[in-house]
């Protein structure tokens, strides 16, 4: 019988891991405060505003 760790990743899981990190979009301090009033300013639903942005709705 295999013994498995909730711990331990395929190489495979690893690299997808690695490539969704790297293509992840970062956004600075200014743009996160823009991104911000415009939601705040109401002039859009923000469902828009994210889809916009591409930013992943949570609900």
């Known amino acids: 019988m295999r013994q498995t760790t909730g711990t331990r990743k ?3 899981e690893k690299i997808v891991k ?3 990190r790297a293509t ?3 956004y600075s301090s200014e ?3 823009r991104i ?3 939601g ?3 002039e ?3 469902a828009g505003l994210c889809r916009r942005e591409g930013i992943s709705v949570q609900i």
């Open 10 to 12: 395929s190489p495979g």
């Open 18 to 20: 690695d490539i969704k």
């Open 24 to 26: 992840r979009k970062h």
């Open 31 to 33: 743009e996160k405060i």
């Open 36 to 38: 911000v009033l415009d």
């Open 40 to 42: 705040l300013r109401g």
């Open 44 to 46: 859009d639903r923000i």
